[in-house]
């Protein structure tokens, strides 16, 4: 009967050592007012290229970050580089433990080098030039925020950066006034960076509870398809993927609206990559509405599955004490 006790002890202990009070891709930065984004993605072998943003004329840049997602370097050595012909100091990296292939992202604030060529400017896309000074970093993205003066004030963007949780990742946006989708004007969109990611490796998506795609995924920004070249970044070039699209169709871009309801409060995305061998790095999520954007626990579906481990755990060790 101690025997049975302490499993079970062990049993949730174990449990609620794998849920997460947190999720692993965690709210970075949020901006509010008259403010949109840009994102865009960059992978190849030969280590340099051209990354890109889009930014209507009169607007202000408000900050630029810069993304390397990196393979088998989970000491992130070497990683580095240059945007515009300026050295990229990359200043936050997060390994992901929970996936193969020695995962991670690095972070570098790059509004410095940014918003002097994009304010004042003639407006449109604005092309850098970029480089990479590592064969493990797989690519970059670059995510710029900005206010535009023909927007309304009432505009949130967020930006979630970390990586893929092994029992996946949850934020929800909450919104001060209720939301109408069928208002004129009314958005709500989400960008995902994935990084190490190619040939049908694959992360599902939920949008207030309804599955919107199972192919978040593959090498769109690449270049080639090799390690030192596997990144997808929902850009602004690209157009939102269409509803449970299949793999080659899925852009990691999506449009967010046709999951909303008149009168809804919230957004809440759900994100899962069930094979473990690839990594989301970063979310970015811009809606109508003034919204705080906060992440959490996985949706009680992931936390059965958890749980379900646990209970076959239990049924093991009891099978086994029973035969001894």
């Known amino acids: 009967m101690n025997f049975r006790r302490n499993i079970l002890a062990l049993a949730l202990v174990a449990l609620f050592a794998v849920i997460p009070v947190h999720a692993s891709l965690t709210t970075f930065q949020t901006f509010t007012g008259n403010v949109a984004y840009s994102s865009d993605g960059f992978g190849s072998l030969s280590n340099s290229g051209t990354i890109s943003a889009s930014v209507p004329v009169g607007s202000t840049v408000i900050a630029a970050y810069l993304y390397s997602a990196t393979q088998n370097n989970a000491s992130f050595s070497g990683v580095g580089g ?15 433990a929970a996936v193969c292939c020695a995962l991670g992202m690095s972070r570098a604030d790059v509004t410095s080098i940014v918003k002097p060529v994009i304010d ?3 407006g449109g896309v604005y092309n850098f030039n970029i480089t990479e000074t590592s064969s493990s970093q797989d690519g970059e993205a670059l995510v710029v925020v900005y206010s535009d003066p023909s927007l309304s004030a009432d505009h949130t963007v967020a930006i979630l950066d970390g990586f ?7 934020f929800t946006a909450t919104f001060s006034t209720p939301l109408d989708p ?37 090498n769109d920004d690449g270049l080639d398809v090799a390690n030192g070249s596997l990144i997808t970044m929902g850009g602004f070039n690209d ?7 299949a793999y080659g169709d899925d852009h990691e871009r999506y449009n967010l609206v046709p999951q909303i309801n008149k009168g809804d409060l919230s957004i809440k995305v759900d994100t899962n990559n069930p094979s473990n061998d690839d990594n989301i790095f970063v979310a970015v999520f811009a809606s109508t509405g003034i919204a705080s954007v906060t992440t959490g626990v996985p949706e009680p579906s992931t936390l059965l599955m958890l749980g379900s481990g646990v209970l076959l755990a239990l049924g093991f060790a009891r099978f086994r004490k029973s035969s001894v």
């Open 182 to 218: 069928t208002a004129p004007g009314f958005g709500a969109e989400m960008a995902l960076g994935i990084g190490f990611s190619c040939c049908n490796q694959e992360s599902t998506i939920k949008v207030n509870g309804t599955v919107i795609t199972n192919s978040a995924g593959n």
């Open 120 to 122: 004042g400017g003639v």
């Open 82 to 96: 240059t945007l515009g012909g300026t050295a990229v100091s990359y200043t936050t990296h997060v390994f992901n």
């Open 239 to 245: 157009p939102f993927s269409p509803m449970l699209p």
């Open 164 to 170: 893929s949780a092994a029992g996946g990742d949850s």
